[in-house]
């Protein structure tokens, strides 16, 4: 007789002494398999007296013997009939659960079989996949062959293009990326998953099943398949055993460290598993970069096969429609094959000329010359034979019309890109953690150059600008250098970049004037976005300064679209439409300053004369109030209707004013009021009180003293526009909080305890906080990186209040969990920071955002 509590201690016990044993920890098929066979002996003994007509199986990763520690413990009732066996089952799984198996179970029946290929394909799917563990050995071996003869070819091809669906809907989900920087290590492209769809393909396919009772996990048993069969290379069997081992032992262990069936490999776990795994020097990055090794070797066996399953099922091409492309190699509809596939390893410069051919013709590689270029690249490494060849076709790549990106992304990811540019091979898997970067310093940089070609199909003003770039390959090589030093130092890197670009272009044989576009590019790839977010570019001496660097338009237009490739390659979410619309403004007024040749400052006389020729500036008042102002940046936010009201306000002695509006994809509020001690830190602080994310706030001070502060806002939870709901309520807080008659301080400190475990999920980066000083001709510009955090402008405007700073231009910017915030100051007797003063401000600003932390 079980007794479920004895049961339930022994369990425990034995599973944990699998949980603590470091040498199991360190090899993950070993861990992984014992532990599967520990829930089946106990499953096994738990049911021993229950006469189960019909077989218990499991499904999942359970069957593949490949449990992680939190995994999902998946089991399949199967009977001829369900119905009489209903209180058997029921009983049985009470029982497991008293014992202290929490399994999930399904139930399932013969009629199942046919009812589930008809109905529901993704569900069919799951029969591939089972063990036996109890019961009737024969109720399953039957069930096996019911659903092997119930596929019929047609149905076999529907199945196909069901995984082909899976594997789509989680690219759609996860990213297309086998490098994204926390990666979901079973779902995300290059993970686990990866290579489970392809077995399960060949099983469909080969209408076999490999549920085999050795003591094998049911991945490796796949692998000897295939080593059996030679279906792929030796070399390739070892390289996919080491890769998949390397990311199931990655979740094993980040299952023990967080104890729970969590699959996302998050910065922090990163940190912790290197160290559990006895990585030295650069732990962290250099785990990681093995790890992104290992996914992109599955990623990419995984696609290849899906070619190979498609071509399969599909109606292949005859021969006689096979082109040659030139003596050694030919394609056939968008496959591209070696004339003579048993030749001696390629050279780069035949790899080259491939690469080149794919390109032009948008095609892929079949599987053989696919395995060819691994293998050659895999000796040249091996045996560091010199890589440098004839340049002719690597820049006529750089010239294809169409697919560069996708051109270079297919040779990083066979391994060519490196081969040839040995300087490209460091960026391989390199990663800044903490940052706002989605991707790896390779991936970043490849689709960089995809979004820029993405272009060709838009309508907008930065497409028009690249569609009349000529020498777009120049652009590109910007691109491919952009980061490339970040791997020897990332402060700084833009300059050792711009070096390495000169010495590779030189060995590539570019002229002068090309490697001196593609050096000043990289070296100022950074320059545009640092004046565009983080500084006033309604300031004259700021539009100097960077309209300086430039010797012609054409430099402006490339450093533009250099701009906009890096950003966008960020993350999905980082290239917004407000940064759209603050670069484009900085590359229009920039322009306009190179083709007229005048300073920042006759741009704006320029421009505030053409405002002063409208038909409202003849009202007076109207002239009085843009002269008091003295900041172009006023009029070219505000439309003269908003202008003409703000005057309409301040003529009535209203002692403040608050108006909203929808602004693209922010909420704007804008309030006038006379300028105060700590005002811009009060509204800040009123903001944040109603639950809003401040993403840019601009700062207009007329010389009697009434300012007009507009800031750009999203719902803290939502990070959408604000409900009209809610408008009330928010000009309400904002007139108590002018009229000092709330308790700022207070009212943040409720804040912080009614949302820190929403906060918590929200922003979860740890990066360093920074303070540095910039001088300005009239300001002191204090810059301030750090974490972001609900609260965070109000606690820094209120501290550089209390230090006696007054606030003249607050530039907000956010990426992704960080915030870099730019304030341009002057101290208690309007004049800039003394020198001697940062350290203490530095020191100030630093304790209060850690406390805010």
């Not at 479920?4 to 861990?31: A, G, T, V």
């Not at 010389?703 to 990070?719: A, Y």
Request: hydrophobic residues 40%; charged residues 30%; negative net charge.
């Amino acid at each position: 007789m079980v007794n479920p509590k004895e049961i339930k201690i022994e369990y425990q016990q034995s599973r944990d002494k699998i949980f603590n044993d470091p040498d199991l920890l360190k090899n993950p098929f070993e861990f992984s398999l014992k532990l599967s066979f520990l829930v089946e002996e106990f499953i096994i003994r738990i049911l021993r007296d229950k006469h189960v007509n019909g077989a218990v199986a499991s499904t999942g990763s359970f069957s593949r013997r490949e449990l992680a520690p939190f995994s999902d413990i998946d089991i399949m009732f199967i009977f001829p009939k369900v119905d009489e066996n209903k209180e058997i089952i029921s009983q049985a799984i009470t029982l497991l659960w008293d014992c202290g198996i929490e399994v999930s179970h399904t139930i399932r029946e013969f009629s199942d079989i046919k009812k589930f290929l008809k109905e529901d394909l993704h569900t069919f799917t799951q029969f591939f996949e089972t063990r036996f563990i109890y019961g009737k050995e024969k109720i399953y071996s039957e069930w096996n062959k019911e659903v092997i003869n119930s596929i019929k070819p047609k149905d076999k091809v529907n199945l196909i293009y069901e995984f082909f669906s899976d594997i789509n809907l989680r690219r759609e989900k996860y990213g297309e990326s086998a490098k994204t920087l926390e990666p979901n290590v079973k779902l995300s492209a290059g993970g686990l998953r990866d290579l489970h769809v392809v077995n399960w393909m060949y099983s469909l396919k080969n209408e076999t099943f490999l549920d085999s009772q050795s003591e094998l996990s049911h991945t490796e048993d796949f692998l000897n398949v295939l080593k059996q069969k030679k279906l792929i290379s030796v070399r390739e069997i070892e390289r996919l055993r080491k890769s998949y081992k390397l990311i199931l032992g990655a979740r094993n262990l980040l299952h023990l460290l967080e104890k729970r069936g969590n699959d996302r490999l998050e910065f922090t776990s990163q940190e912790k598993i290197a160290k559990l795994l006895d990585y030295s020097g650069e732990a962290w990055t250099n785990f990681m970069q093995d790890y992104f090794e290992a996914s992109t070797i599955l990623n990419r066996f995984s696609k290849t096969m899906v070619k190979r399953f498609d071509a399969e099922i599909s109606h292949p091409l005859p021969d006689t429609m096979s082109i040659q492309l030139d003596e050694d190699f030919t394609i056939k509809g968008n496959v591209i094959s070696q004339v003579n596939p048993n030749s001696e390893h390629l050279e780069i410069s035949e790899m080259m000329r491939a690469f080149y051919y794919r390109g032009l013709n948008d095609a892929r590689f079949d599987e053989n010359l696919r395995s060819h270029v691994i293998e050659s690249v895999q000796e040249i490494n091996e045996s560091q034979i010199d890589s440098q060849t004839s340049s002719v076709f690597f820049r006529e790549i750089l010239k294809l019309p169409n697919h560069v990106g996708k051109t270079f992304s297919s040779m990083n990811e066979l391994g060519v890109l490196a081969a040839y540019l040995p300087e490209f091979k460091e960026l391989i898997g390199f990663f800044q953690p903490g940052v706002y970067h989605c991707y790896t310093a390779d991936e970043h940089t490849l689709i960089a150059i995809k979004n820029l070609e993405s272009l060709e199909n838009e309508k907008n003003k930065i497409s028009k600008i690249y569609s009349l770039v000529k020498e777009k390959d120049l652009l590109f090589l910007a691109v491919l250098f952009h980061d490339i030093a970040k791997p020897i130092s990332i402060s700084g890197h833009e300059i050792i970049g711009s070096e390495i670009a000169n010495t590779v272009m030189e060995r590539l044989g570019y002229d002068q004037e090309e490697i001196d576009l593609v050096q000043f590019l990289v070296r100022h790839h950074l320059t545009m976005e640092q004046v565009a977010f983080r500084r006033n570019i309604n300031d004259p001496s700021t539009l100097n300064g960077f309209a300086e660097i430039f010797t012609s338009k054409k430099a402006l237009d490339y450093l533009y679209l250099l701009t906009f490739a890096d950003l966008s390659a960020v993350s999905p979410v980082v290239w917004t439409q407000w940064k759209d619309d603050l670069l484009f403004e900085l590359y229009e007024k920039t322009k306009q300053m190179l083709e007229k040749r005048i300073s920042g400052e006759e741009l704006f006389a320029e421009t505030i004369q053409q405002f002063n020729e409208s038909e409202l500036s003849s009202y007076s008042e109207f002239q009085n109030h843009i002269e008091s102002i003295n900041d172009v940046g006023y009029i070219q936010l505000f439309s003269k209707e908003e202008i003409s009201e703000h005057v309409e306000e301040i003529l009535s002695g209203s002692e403040s004013s608050v108006f909203i509006k929808e602004n693209n994809n922010f909420t704007n509020i804008t309030v006038i009021a006379r300028d105060s001690i700590s005002l811009l830190s009060r509204l800040c602080g009123a903001l944040a009180v109603n639950d809003l994310n401040i993403h840019d706030a601009k700062i207009f001070t007329r010389n009697d003293g009434i300012v007009i502060d507009s800031f750009n806002v999203t719902d803290f939870r939502s990070h959408n526009k604000v409900d009209e709901s809610k408008y009330e309520k928010i000009i309400d807080v904002l007139t108590k909080s002018i009229n000092n008659e709330l308790q700022i301080a207070n009212e943040v400190k409720k804040l912080k305890s009614k949302w820190w475990r929403l906060e918590s999920k929200l922003f979860t980066k740890k990066s360093k906080v920074r303070i540095e000083f910039e001088d300005h001709a009239k300001f002191t510009i204090v810059d301030v990186y750090s974490p972001d955090k609900l609260g965070l402008l109000y606690q820094i405007t209120n501290k550089l209040t209390e230090l006696g700073l007054s606030i003249y231009f607050a530039k907000i910017a956010t990426r992704g969990d960080d915030v870099l915030d730019a304030f341009y100051v002057l101290d208690s007797n309007e004049n800039k920071i003394s020198p001697l003063m940062h350290e203490l401000i530095e020191m100030e600003l630093k304790d209060t955002i850690e406390e805010l932390l």
